[in-house]
C-alpha cells in the first residue's frame, strides 16, 4: 500500500512555524489513537477547530498542511472539508466574527433584512471585514437556535431575536468595548477530554 506521509517541514514557509502548543499535540495525539490505523482522518474535524482557535483563528494553508501531516493524510482532504464547513475560516477575520444565520426558519422570520441591515451598517458584505478590523461578517447556515430567530453568534455568544434596533446596541456597544468576547482556552479541547 502507498505511504501517503507528508513531510510538514517543506511546507514551513519563511518565518511561519506552525506548530500546536505541546498540550494540545498530547491531546490531539489521544485523540488520534482512538480510531483504528488508516481511519485517523475521523479526528479531522475536532483537529481543524482546536487548529482554527489556536493557530491563528482561521486555517491558513500551513495551518492545513500541518494537520495534514499530523494525520498522515493528502493536504486536499484537510482543504476539502475546511473550505464544506462555514464554521471554518479561510482568511484573517475582525476582533468580533458576526456569523447571521441564513437558513429557512430565520429568513421566515426577517433573518435577510437582519443581514441586509448589518452589512448597510457596517458597510461591508458577507466575507469582508471593517477598514478598523473590528468587524467581520460571515452568513452561515443554522446556528441550532431557530425557536428564537432571527439569530446570530458574535464569537461565543449568541444574540436572539434580532431587530434593527437590537443591531444597533449590540454594534454601539461592541465598538466601545476594549475586551473581546472569546472565551479563553479551546472549547473543542475541552469539549473532547
Ligand atoms: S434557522 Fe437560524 S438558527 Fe436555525
Redesign the pocket.
Known amino acids: 500500500m502507498r505511504d501517503f506521509k507528508v513531510d510538514h517541514n517543506q511546507y514551513i514557509k519563511e518565518g511561519t512555524d506552525v506548530r500546536f502548543s505541546p498540550e494540545s499535540l498530547a491531546r490531539i495525539l489521544i485523540l488520534i489513537s482512538r480510531y483504528p490505523e488508516g481511519k485517523q482522518k475521523a479526528a479531522l474535524l475536532p483537529i481543524l477547530h482546536m487548529a482554527q482557535e489556536e493557530l491563528g483563528g482561521y486555517l491558513s494553508v500551513d495551518v492545513m498542511d500541518y494537520v495534514a501531516d499530523l494525520l498522515k493524510i493528502q493536504p486536499v482532504e484537510v482543504y476539502e472539508v475546511a473550505t464544506f464547513y462555514t464554521q471554518f475560516l479561510l482568511g484573517k477575520k475582525g476582533k468580533y466574527l458576526i456569523e447571521v444565520?441564513?437558513?429557512?426558519?430565520?429568513?421566515i422570520c426577517g433573518?435577510e433584512k437582519i443581514s441586509g441591515y448589518l452589512q448597510e451598517k457596517l458597510g461591508i458584505k458577507s466575507g469582508e471585514t471593517t477598514a478598523d478590523g473590528l468587524f467581520t461578517i460571515k452568513e452561515v447556515?443554522?446556528?441550532?437556535?431557530?425557536g428564537?430567530?432571527?439569530?446570530m453568534q458574535i464569537n461565543m455568544k449568541f444574540y436572539e431575536k434580532l431587530t434593527e434596533e437590537k443591531i444597533d446596541g449590540i454594534i454601539d456597544d461592541l465598538s466601545k468595548r476594549g475586551d473581546d468576547l472569546k472565551q479563553t482556552g479551546s472549547k473543542w479541547a475541552d469539549e473532547l477530554f
Not at 141 to 146: H, I, S
Not at 148 to 151: D, F, S, T
Open positions: 444565520c441564513r437558513t429557512a426558519p430565520c429568513a433573518g447556515e443554522c446556528l441550532g437556535a431557530c428564537y430567530a432571527p439569530a
